[in-house]
């Protein structure tokens, strides 16, 4: 049974970081493309950050651009989103996302292309 668990969201003030983890069990995801999406209610869910199968392309979206990383540990079958200087803009649940079609060059969109999803993270960032 696939199963990702997302970890390492919480509350934190503005300025603060906060890395997440998406733990990926069940199968080997090596070959998968990772994306890292948000959602607030009542929104669309957005992506926030991906990252290709052998790690050599990544995609952020311009309001975090120089402020999240997106990492992956093949060998652990997890991911990671590294946040920096949180605002409170970036308050959502934050959930990961594994793709199985894509190959270096995807564009990482559109989001009906990921085929597994985690429970989601609540990341809150105070002002």
């Known amino acids: 049974q696939v199963q990702l668990v997302e970890s390492g969201g919480g509350l934190v003030q503005a300025g603060g970081s906060l890395r997440l983890s998406c733990a990926a069990s069940?199968?080997?995801?090596?070959?998968?493309?990772w994306g890292w999406f948000r959602q607030v209610a009542g929104k669309e869910r957005d992506l926030v950050a991906g990252?290709?199968?052998?790690?050599?392309?990544?995609y952020y979206r311009d309001s975090v651009k120089g402020r999240f990383t997106v990492s992956r540990d093949n060998a652990k079958n997890t991911v990671y989103l590294q946040m920096s200087s949180l605002k409170p803009e970036d308050t959502a649940i934050y959930y990961c996302?594994?793709?199985?079609?894509?190959?270096?060059?995807?564009?990482?969109?559109?989001?009906?292309?990921?085929?597994?999803w985690g429970q989601g993270t609540q990341v809150t960032v105070s002002s």
């Open positions: 990252i290709s199968w052998n790690g050599r392309n990544t």
């Open positions: 996302a594994a793709d199985p079609t894509s190959g270096t060059y995807t564009t990482f969109q559109p989001i009906e292309r990921y085929e597994y």
């Open positions: 069940g199968r080997s995801f090596s070959r998968y493309a």
